[in-house]
């Protein structure tokens, strides 16, 4: 069992950056591939990125890739987002999930656990 708390989200301006950083309980946090997932109103729920459990390798989606960067701290049971060069197609709900699949799995529906959320906005 995995419990995750996201944090870091806000109103920001086009162009600006934003931290977001998840925590989780339970000694198995690194078992688990992290991946990021973003709901904006009246959308389904989209994957954005993941990390692995070991080598640290990441797969983001096309239009965030050279912009979001996934990363973690096993010994500080964390993953990060970085995201840089915010727009406002970027505003949504962001979701850390952990699932036991690679980090190509970009079905939300394979992602075993998942956190509360954290609202993202990106004013123009």
């Known amino acids: 069992q995995v419990q995750l708390v996201e944090s870091g989200g806000g109103l920001v301006q086009a162009g600006d950056s934003l931290r977001l950083s998840c925590a989780a309980s339970?000694?198995?946090?690194?078992?688990?591939?992290m991946g990021w997932f973003r709901q904006a109103p009246g959308k389904g729920r989209e994957f954005v990125g993941a990390i692995s459990r070991t080598d640290g390798s990441t797969y983001y989606l096309n239009s965030v890739k050279g912009r979001f960067t996934i990363s973690r701290d096993n010994g500080k049971n964390t993953v990060y987002l970085q995201m840089n060069s915010l727009k406002p197609e970027d505003t949504a709900v962001y979701y850390c999930?952990?699932?036991?699949?690679?980090?190509?799995?970009?079905?939300?529906?394979?992602?075993?656990?998942w956190g509360q959320g954290t609202q993202v906005t990106v004013s123009s």
């Open positions: 339970g000694r198995t946090f690194s078992s688990y591939t």
């Open positions: 999930a952990a699932t036991s699949y690679g980090v190509e799995v970009i079905d939300a529906s394979q992602y075993a656990y």
